[in-house]
Each structure stands twice: as structure tokens, then as C-alpha cells.
């Protein structure tokens, strides 16, 4: 029986009487309702990014917070026709359930592309997402036992963590210099580390730090991997949106044992919105990834991806996102050339071949989170994610993260402008 009780007041609703006593039965308080949460619950806490989209909608912030791509890069006009021509002509199959794996369409052009990356795969060896965010929460269900160890990138992004908290692991930082993950430090992390699971990495352009993992320490990585019997999760939501340097191989293309599960989006390269994303990894892990993602949800929209398929079909993606890597360059130029200008030469940021973000940092001593609470937001009117929650185990407070993506170039230099100039007054 399904009762709705009105916040604040004594009123109540049901189909049938709640008890003899009717609405005078008290209601559960909230700690009361707390007590009855699985242990794990605790490790779920509002992140850093969720609590910066509030200011997106507000005229008065200039926000570099969120990783929304740039809006006026969505493809509206092809995806209004393809979504009108399933519709019209597909509608009765496109509004249907389908097989929780995908459309086999689909799978086949992801296969494709991946191939194309020089890691080949087939149709079977891909599973289709609710976004790859729903990839990190998946394999944490898979993999994870209370008290686990995942490997991380420190610092890792964020998204990850509150994927991965809910299973109780425990974590294993590891360093990152301008070629990635300190593949050193991570031979030594494996060998004094037990109950080791897996090892999450973002290779290219990665979130949040915009810095991409060298040839060398991929294939190092691969071998350390292989040495101590871990698997490898390559979260690559980002890869496609390189604007400069040479294009590195997958993981998974480097493959030698199929330890390697690859994560890959169209968020990013066509539209957030069509939450549509992938994993390819060894037969037995899809297989039960597709049984924890039947439970989840059952099936990713069986409409978008099959608009998805059309418009793969109808035009052309590589010509889409050669015109995105062209206006990310742009801004990320745009923010970096500003930061220089007008930001304390104390203050460093990373230089990305692609991606959406860089990496500044503060001098030691500096907090990041309370300078943005008490004179960014105030006084320059501008957001950012503060670095602290990007670190799994030890918080450091004198690092953002900046997305250059969503804000127009006027918008941009504005923000910095007035950001620096309260920045130069307290560094």
C-alpha cells in the first residue's frame, strides 16, 4: 500500500485507511528514517559539482564549474530530422523495449569505431550505457567488495568517486606529473597493496587535470597490470576531442591479456542529452555487466538509440567533431591566454591537448573552496570546482578545476579579468 503524506501538515492520502487511528499516526523523523539505511549509504554525499550547478542558471555567475560541452555545438538540425524520421517511420519499434545489450546496429558501429582505433572489436564485444557514467557504477557492482583497493590518478575525477563509494572500497592514490600517471609510483603501490581490484585511470585529456597519459606509461601500465593480476578501467569520455599532438592508442588497444574495460560517451562528441555511452571489455566481464545493467534499468532508450544509429548513418561524425575540436581549441586558448594576463604568476595551470578542462594551481597554503565562497562568488561573480574533493584519499586545498567549454568568449575573458584581479589582492 502506497501513502503520500503532506510535508508540514496533518493531512493524508490513501487508498485505503493507514491504521485504525487514520492520520493521527505519527510519521517516521528523519533520523528515524536514517537508521534504517544500509551502510553504504553513508559514503553517498553531495559532491562539489552537484552543488555548483545551482549557479549555471543564475545570470549573475559566470560558471566554470560543470563539463557541459559548448551547446552550440550539438548537432539540433540533423538530430530534429532523424528523431522526426524514426518517428515516422520506425515509431512503433523505436517506443519499444529491445534487448538490454543494445541495438545491434549500434554495437556494430561502436565496434567499428574502436577498431578503427586499433583495438578490434566486434558487435558482441559491446555493451551500450545510460552514459559512461553508468559504466563506472557498474563495474564498481561487479568488482567491489567492502574494504577493496581501486588504484586511482591522484587527483581522479570526481564522478568516479561517487560512482565507486557506494561499494566501500577502499583507495590507492598515485601521483600524476605532465605524462600522467606515475607509473613508478604505481609498481610500488601494486606491490605493497593487497586486495588491489582494479586500476581507474582517464588516459586522454583527463578529468580533472586536462593531462594525457605518455605511450611509454601506457605500455607500462599495461605490463604492471599484467605483472600483479589487476584489471585496468579506461574511462574515455574525452578521447575524440583531441586538438593537438599525435592521437595515442586506447588501452584496450594495448591490450595483451583482456584485463582492460573501456569506457567510451557520445556526451561529448554529439549530445549529453541522448545519455547514450559504452563498455567493451573480456566476454565473461560484459556478460555480467549486461546482467547488472538489466537490473538497473533494463535497457538504455530504445528511441535514442536508434536515432543514435541514424544519424551515425545519415552524417557525418568525424566532419562534427573536427568542428568541435576546432572551437575547444579556441577556448581553451582563449582561457589560458586570459589566466596568463590577468592571474598572479604564482598561480599554474596545465596546458591540454584536448578535453575540456585545465588544472590551476594555487601556492601552498591556499584554499581554494573558501577564497571562491568568500570573494570569487561574492565579488567576481564566477565558480569553479574546488580541487580538494578530486582527491580520494588526502585532500589538498590549493587546486580548481576550469572547464573552458560552455561560456562564450566575451563571457570568458570578462570573468577572468575580474577573477584575476581579486586573486592578485589576496596572492
Known amino acids: 500500500m502506497f501513502r503520500r503524506y503532506d510535508h508540514l501538515t496533518t493531512t493524508c492520502e490513501s487508498r485505503e485507511p493507514i491504521t485504525t487511528t487514520g492520520c493521527s499516526q505519527s510519521v517516521l523523523k528523519g533520523e528515524e528514517v536514517s537508521s534504517k539505511f544500509a551502510d553504504r ?13 545551482k549557479y549555471g542558471d543564475d545570470p549573475a555567475i559566470t560558471s566554470f564549474g560543470g563539463g557541459y560541452p559548448d551547446p552550440s555545438l550539438f548537432p539540433v538540425a540533423e538530430l530534429q530530422q532523424v528523431f522526426a524520421d524514426v518517428l515516422a517511420n520506425e515509431g ?3 517506443l519499444q523495449y529491445t534487448a538490454s545489450v543494445g541495438l545491434p546496429g549500434l554495437r556494430a558501429q561502436i565496434a567499428k ?19 559512461a557514467q553508468q559504466g563506472l557504477d557498474l563495474v564498481a557492482k561487479l568488482l567491489i567488495n567492502p574494504g ?26 598515485v601521483d600524476m606529473d605532465s605524462e600522467g600517471m606515475d607509473v613508478d609510483a604505481l609498481e610500488a603501490t601494486l606491490r605493497s597493496t593487497e586486495n588491489v581490484k582494479f586500476i581507474y585511470v582517464i588516459p586522454d585529456f ?20 599484467n605483472e600483479y593480476d589487476v584489471l585496468i578501467l579506461e574511462d574515455s569520455p574525452y578521447r575524440e576531442l583531441r586538438f593537438e599532438g599525435q592521437q595515442l592508442p586506447t588501452l584496450r588497444s594495448l591490450d595483451t591479456e583482456n584485463r582492460v574495460i573501456h569506457l567510451g560517451s557520445f556526451s561529448k562528441i ?12 573480456a566476454p565473461e566481464i560484459l556478460d555480467k555487466l549486461g546482467l547488472l545493467k538489466l537490473a538497473a534499468d533494463t535497457q538504455s532508450s530504445t528511441l ?28 581553451r586558448d582563449l582561457m589560458l591566454s586570459s589566466m596568463a594576463e590577468h592571474f598572479p604568476a604564482e598561480v599554474a595551470v596545465t596546458t591540454p591537448e584536448g578535453g575540456l578542462f585545465t588544472w590551476v594551481t594555487f601556492p601552498e597554503g591556499f584554499d581554494a573552496e573558501a ?35 560552455g561560456q562564450s568568449d566575451e563571457e570568458m575573458v570578462d570573468a577572468l579579468t575580474r577573477l584575476g584581479g581579486i586573486l592578485r589582492e589576496h596572492i
Open 92 to 94: 512503433a519499434t523505436a
Open 206 to 225: 583527463q578529468n580533472p587535470t586536462g593531462v594525457t597519459l605518455s605511450l611509454e606509461r601506457r605500455r607500462r601500465l599495461i605490463e604492471l597490470a
Open 270 to 281: 554529439l549530445a549529453p542529452g541522448v545519455r547514450l555511452g559504452w563498455v567493451s571489455a
Open 41 to 53: 549509504i553513508a559514503r553517498v554525499q553531495p559532491s562539489a559539482i552537484r552543488e555548483l550547478l
Open 148 to 173: 577493496d583497493v581501486i588504484v586511482t590518478e591522484n587527483p581522479t575525477f570526481l564522478g568516479a568517486l561517487i560512482a565507486f563509494n557506494p561499494c566501500q572500497p577502499e583507495y590507492a592514490a
Open 371 to 405: 577564497f571562491m565562497a568568500e570573494h570569487a562568488l561574492p565579488e567576481a561573480g564566477v565558480a569553479y570546482v574546488p580541487g580538494g574533493s578530486f582527491f580520494p584519499a588526502e585532500q589538498r586545498s590549493n587546486y580548481a578545476r576550469f572547464s573552458y567549454s
Open 113 to 131: 569505431r574502436m577498431s578503427n582505433q586499433g583495438a578490434a572489436t566486434d558487435a558482441d564485444d559491446v555493451l551500450v550505457l545510460q552514459g
Open 304 to 331: 535514442n538509440m536508434t536515432a543514435t544509429t541514424r544519424f551515425l548513418e545519415s552524417f557525418d561524425i568525424d566532419a562534427h567533431i573536427e568542428r568541435a575540436r576546432a572551437v575547444y581549441r579556441a577556448k
